[in-house]
């Protein structure tokens, strides 16, 4: 089982570096997952594609909620006024006084040798009428920062609703271009990810999470929309886990091939390309041959 670890971001406000430690809640727990699309004349879900799709419906779940716990960090630190370096910063708020947007002009930071940050575009917050924030809608949003040896860019353009507020786990869809890049002297991460109506309703069961899934989720470096469906049931997972314990998830292309996961516990785990089972893998064996 790989557990996936949140830092805590430290107390901030503007003047130190806020957008660097609000990303962290954006960037954590990432890996590197691009391939190219198939062949023409194969279809979209194969022996080959399929990990990708699979793995691509894992990182669905742990960064779209980390879009929805940044917002709140960006409103709660941002104030008008130039930056460091260069380029400014506007805060818009509402009639009641809260954060309404928030428009980043190029705005360069530096905080000393290695540790910078370059944050571009529009962050707009909508609010139910108890006041909850239920909408973020990053306009070429972007955060281009360098932590010491860590180099990341965080890209995203759409919009995500939460009736429920910014809870854990948070109910949502998801729409729009989310992009996270992470090089390291020996590593570089680079997810690339649509999402297209891509719906999740989240409940807690003790300590696990069950979550139903649907909507469009996209193949890393390509317009291909895959149809994710976890049926009613949804999936049953451990609070910090990627394997679910219970549940099936599917994942549909347009020309009809699919693959599936059908979780009978975390370490009884078989997917399925296109009706053919393949052999029953454990959560640390699905999740190698998902990443490899």
């Known amino acids: 089982m790989r557990l996936y670890s949140y830092r805590r971001a430290p107390a901030i406000r503007w003047g130190v570096p806020a957008v660097l430690c609000a990303s962290v809640l954006l960037t954590a727990c990432e890996d590197d997952n691009y391939r190219p699309d198939p062949e023409p004349g194969e279809p979209t879900v194969s022996e080959t594609s399929a990990p990708v799709a699979l793995e691509q419906s894992t990182e669905s779940y742990f960064a779209a909620p980390k879009i929805i716990n940044y917002g709140p960090v960006l409103s709660n630190t941002a104030s008008t006024g130039p930056c460091f370096s260069d380029g400014d910063v506007l805060v818009e708020t509402d009639t009641d006084d809260r954060v309404a947007r928030i428009t980043y002009n ?61 809870a854990s786990p948070p109910s949502y869809t998801a729409n729009g271009q989310y992009e996270f890049v992470r090089e390291f002297s020996d590593d570089i991460q680079n997810v690339a990810m649509g999402f297209q109506d891509f719906q999740v309703q ?37 609070s910090g886990s990627s394997c679910a314990v219970s549940g099936t998830l599917t994942l549909t292309a ?38 490899h």
């Not at 139910?128 to 990053?138: A, E, H, P, Y």
């Not at 696990?208 to 890393?220: A, T, V």
């Not at 785990?269 to 990443?291: H, K, M, W």
């Open 202 to 238: 989240s409940s807690v069961s003790g300590t696990d999470i069950i979550q139903i899934m649907n909507g469009g989720i996209s193949l890393p470096g390509s317009d291909t929309y895959l149809t994710v469906d976890t049926g009613g049931d949804g999936l049953r997972r451990p």
């Open 106 to 166: 190029a705005c360069s930071e530096d905080f000393g040798p290695g540790f910078s940050s370059l944050t571009d575009g529009v962050v707009t917050f909508e609010y139910d009428t108890q006041g909850t924030l239920v909408r973020l809608i990053m306009d070429g949003f972007s955060e281009d920062t360098v932590l010491g040896p860590e180099h990341q860019v965080v890209r995203f353009d759409g919009t995500m609703d939460f009736p429920e507020g910014p």
């Open 254 to 291: 347009a020309d009809g091939s699919y693959t599936s996961a059908t979780f009978n516990g975390e370490d009884h785990i078989v997917v399925s390309v296109n009706g053919v089972a393949q052999p029953e893998r454990t959560c640390d064996e699905y999740l190698a041959f998902i990443n």
